[in-house]
């Protein structure tokens, strides 16, 4: 059985994790990423935990001819696609920038993979994509819409991936549909490194307990929830890489069978199925990391939602896998990485 895995995208924080966990898995991989949210340093440490080098090319998804330089070179069995861009705020300002990178990128990158006859592929999918969700838990059959050009680039690429399952033979393309990642790796090497001011909740938490932001605002405290304040459902960061590792297992059990007959589109839910509040999670950091986390009421962000939590049960069911780790443990990791990193991997 072929076990080689070109990883787009696996310099950035999910990626550069769910490298570990294939290589530990037994899969070969090779990454190729243009660091333009992530840095070699990344790549330099999971070297260093995994205790051998990495095979790293960078660049561009949108690039057809290093694509095909790479494909002909190895013989992949498939390919896990974490490559894009992903700050609302961003996309919302710069829409072509965003369906450029995300959409046009994922179909290059699907040309490439055409030619080269290598047709499974494992998406990093939002979700984003359910939009404001009528019920909860959301399993996989649940409408979707989006409101921003990023989460419009996700569904996007999940309809073309549905349109080309259908009509094309031999495609197996599993959009994971990942809830909150928060966490780090247990060494505190490797972690979530936002560029600015970080938009999303728990690098922030983190980066004011450590004393780099003064506060924390809190967006709404009205919400229809336990306490007021928004619900997510939170997923560290190595559980969810685990479930790449198990998508991929499925794939490869899947392909190996006498009559096999292509997956076609299988989208599956990466969440824990439990909903926390942005004041528990606070509170549970504080506690974690010993350190005062300042907070102040602020007005709710647009386009936020009250609550949002996955059913995570066909993850279990399709791919024997479920999240593991507690609030506790995301909280742990993510304060052991950031004050061992207070720059992250600017370590100048
Ligand atoms: P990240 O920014 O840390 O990683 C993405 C990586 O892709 C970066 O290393 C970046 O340099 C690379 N990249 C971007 N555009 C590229 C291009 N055109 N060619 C080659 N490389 C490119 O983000 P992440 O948090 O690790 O997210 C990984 C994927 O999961 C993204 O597609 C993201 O949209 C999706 N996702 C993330 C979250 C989250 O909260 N982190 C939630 C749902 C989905
Ligand atoms: N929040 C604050 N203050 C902050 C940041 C966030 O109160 O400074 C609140 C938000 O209002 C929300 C909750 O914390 O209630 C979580 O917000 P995040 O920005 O951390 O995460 P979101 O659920 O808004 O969105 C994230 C990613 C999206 C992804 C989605 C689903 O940013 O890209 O999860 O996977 F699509």
Redesign the pocket.
Known sequence: MKNKILV??G?????SHTCIALHQAGYDIVV???????SREAINRVSTLIGQPIEFIE????DTELLRQVFTKHEFFGVIH?????AVGESVAKPLLYYN??VS?TITLLEAMAEANVKNLVF?????VYGDPEVLPIDETSPRSCTNP?GQS?LTVEHILEELAATNDGWNLIPLR?F??VGAHPSGQIG?DPNDIPN?LMPYISQVAVGKLEKLSIFGNDYPTVDGTGVRDFIHVTDLAQGHVAALNYLQKQVGQDKYSSIGFLPINLGTGKGTSVLELVTAFSKVSGQDILYQFDARRAGDIASCYASADKAKELLGWEAKLSINEMCQDTWRWQSMNPNGYNIA
């Open positions: 787009t995208g310099a950035g924080y999910i990626g190729y990423d243009n660091l333009s949210n992530s660049g561009d998804i949108r974490f490559a894009g861009l992903k990178n995300n990128g990093s999918s939002s979700a984003t990023y996700k990942y909150n990642p979530e999303n």
